[in-house]
């Protein structure tokens, strides 16, 4: 008779089971001397540049590899569309680091529009100048810690991309049950609404303003706090939300982790576009 406290490999694996040993930490005897292939040779490609972004602690933004004019123009950005300033800038390590005044990445109320709203404008900043947001990622284990962003300099691209009615735009999945839309147009408005209205099983409660000026779409229901199979209505949703977007010309340039939280997650930014 089978035991209840047997545990049997798991279906979808053809190697032996391994029991989960309760020492996490690696041992010497795990490894052994491996000498890596040597590495091929590329010709015909210029040196590719790469520039970084990082967020850091709650006040704290980096720039790596950037260069000089590029930073230069960034930092006026920053003082112009961050409403409270640069508190200081200094060099730490091989970036240029600006400490904010605030807690921009511990936002609450409307302060959050206008960190959106800087972090957008950073980002068209950077493909007005040809540089193409190419990947997000965490590098760190930290309890907390940011994404950092690598933008890859594509020369010709704002020519290509952009149009002189290029519209960018931010929206944000707030509060368990809101949608926002920053800096978007009557197109933009009407296409949230949509599917607010159609796609979301629950349905929408409301349509308003939020302080007077973000169009917000409040739903029935907690999604983004969802539970059980109420999760896979939420993806359902957000794939059609995805399908109207693309279907009516708007990019999603980069999905960003902005807000710093230990205890529970903030959902991403959406930074859009529309050439």
């Known amino acids: 008779m089978k035991r209840s406290t047997d545990i049997p490999p798991p279906a979808y694996s053809e190697k032996p089971f391994k029991p989960y040993r309760d020492n996490p930490d690696d041992d010497e ?3 052994t001397p491996f000498e890596p292939p040597s590495p091929a040779s590329f010709t015909g490609k210029k040196t590719t540049e790469v520039a970084s972004v990082s967020l850091h602690e709650h006040d704290k933004i980096r720039f790596t590899n950037f260069p000089p004019p590029l930073l230069s123009g960034a930092v006026i950005l920053i003082q112009q569309y961050w409403p409270r300033g640069i508190r200081s800038q200094r060099s730490y390590g091989p970036s240029h680091e600006i400490k904010l005044s605030g807690a921009p990445w511990l936002a609450e109320g409307y302060s959050i529009i206008h960190v959106q709203r ?8 950077m493909v007005s100048n040809d540089w193409k947001l190419y990947v997000l990622c965490n590098v760190s284990e930290k309890m907390g810690s940011l994404d950092s962003w690598f933008f890859l300099h594509v020369p010709g691209l704002a020519a290509s991309t952009l149009t002189p009615q290029k519209e960018w735009s931010v929206i944000t ?10 800096d978007g147009s009557q197109q933009l408005i009407s296409i949230i609404h949509s599917a607010c209205l159609q796609h979301w099983y629950r349905g929408m409660k409301s349509f308003r303003l939020y302080r007077g000026t973000v169009p917000e779409c409040k739903l029935r229901g907690f999604p983004w706090a969802a539970n059980g ?5 939420v993806r359902l949703f957000v794939a059609k939300l995805i399908e109207l977007l ?3 010309g708007y990019s999603i340039v980069g999905t960003l982790n902005i807000f710093r ?3 529970y997650s903030f959902p991403d930014s ?3 576009l529309h050439p």
């Open 229 to 233: 199979t109420e999760t896979m209505y």
């Open 261 to 263: 939280t230990e205890d």
């Open 118 to 125: 800087t972090v957008k404008e950073l980002i068209a900043y």
């Open 29 to 31: 005897n795990d490894y």
């Open 173 to 182: 999945f707030e509060n368990s049950d809101r949608i926002r839309i920053i």
């Open 246 to 248: 693309e279907s009516s």
């Open 270 to 272: 959406w930074v859009l």
